[in-house]
């Protein structure tokens, strides 16, 4: 990555810094766990985002022992932390970030009149001597530093020309005027930037950044307009993810960027045939699947069913489809596999689809896929895929499903009898309830009790036709705290067990996170 400074930087150059594992992560119903963080870490790094913001040292001690372990891990990419424009947040930031060959700090505070009068009740003056304050401080931990003007689409343009200079003066190399509440339009926002670099002194000396929200649907718009400002850098989330309606998607921002070469110009070092792989990997962690029409990474993104399209595409592909699917990471056919393969082209097969697996997570993964190549006539990617997903990738959950037996039928009582593992021990219980699936999940309260109330229960299918695995989603509310689980196999039933304890899994890791005062408050962007 180079800085704004460096003689042979590429003024074309688009620095891409992925949010995804800090303003994604604070999304109601996405935390992750230490070993879900890593492997986004590692995935994303493989994807070739130059800056990965690894989360908020100050959160929780897990934020800080994600970023503490995500530097230690990263070797190519800068890994950043969050902080408030407070001296305890910059210092755990600093100490977060110890073990990482390449470190920045990103420290914010809002600058809208609303903010600094109704959140931060402060004066103008007291948030120029924080910035200057805060940004001077994180120097003393690294020469990289952000400062983030937060709310800066809603702040007066002769205050946020102050404060940008305070911050450039203190020592910030990057400077960051997020759309927090997504309010902006493309041609204000990037108004914004042209004016910060035609009026603040030092403007040449940094890297400007845009961080968009989607709460209007126009995180990506705006985040183009930035770039066609004079920005160079763009924060951003695999899937969109973020608080409210999300963030700017990464894979829209890229690809966006090289289809339309012709009038945008520039550059990244994003390996576009990982976006597939590592959106999946994000919905699989999370329990929260991509939509079907999602630009890029949805399922519907390069499929045709209208006549007119299909004959189309039959003829030449470019009819109708702008890049190819093999460019973002989609396979050309899902078609491949049955009860006579191999091993060996089961290991192929997963490599394809981008899954890296270890000699007994193969195995494992290989005899679940036996069991579901006997109950089903054709096995798809999109099989297989569930089916890593559902067990392999959550093989260190604290709680797992074994087994489940089902009585059912419109003479009742329903009942289900469920074995689980906690902590590698196995549980059995036995329910009864208002129909098999209420008889299942009463069965897994029996054997781990809690009080999270059921929110959502939604069935869907994997693939097509009358042997095709069940998807299932499972919303659980605990204490404010919501999250969602995914669950697949031929059985619904099982499925929806699955599901259930996926998301039960997920709230353990929402109860083991102490939020800061103010955090919602202080949400950076």
Sequence with gaps: MTTATDPDRDPNRIIVFDTTLRDGEQSPGFSMNLEEKLRMADA???LGVDIIEAGFAIASPGDFEAVNEIAKRIQGAVVCSLARAGRDDIMRAGEALKPARRSRIHTFIATSPLHMKVKLQLSPEQVLEATSAAVSLARQYTDDVEWSAEDGSRSEPDFLCRAVEAAIKAGATTINIPDTVGYAVPEEYGAIFTMLMNRVPGAEKVVFSAHCHNDLGLAVANTLAAIKAGVRQVECTINGIGERAGNAALE?????????HDVMPYRNEVQTTNIVKTSKLLATITGFSVQPNKAIVGRNAFAHEAGIHQDGVLKNAATYEIMTPESVGWPRSSLVMGKHSGRHAFKDKLKALGYELGDNA??????RFKRLADAKKVVFDEDIVALVDDEVMRAN???????????????????????????????????TGDGPVDATFKAIRAIYPHEAELKLYSVGAVTEGTDAQAQVTVRLEEAGKMVD?????????????RAYVHALNK?????LRTEPAAMAAGSAD
């Design 44 to 46: 994303l790094e493989d």
């Design 252 to 260: 829209e921002i890229v690809m966006a960027l090289r289809t339309r």
């Design 362 to 367: 193969i195995n494992d993964a290989f005899r």
């Design 397 to 431: 959950d604290t709680i797992q499903f074994v087994s489940l037996e089902v009585w059912a039928g419109s003479k009742g009582p329903q009942r289900a009898i469920l074995e689980l593992d906690v902590d590698g021990e196995v549980k059995r219980a036995e329910a």
């Design 485 to 497: 689980g995914q669950g697949a196999d031929t059985d619904t039933l099982v499925a929806s067990a």
């Design 507 to 511: 709230l353990l890791v929402k109860r």
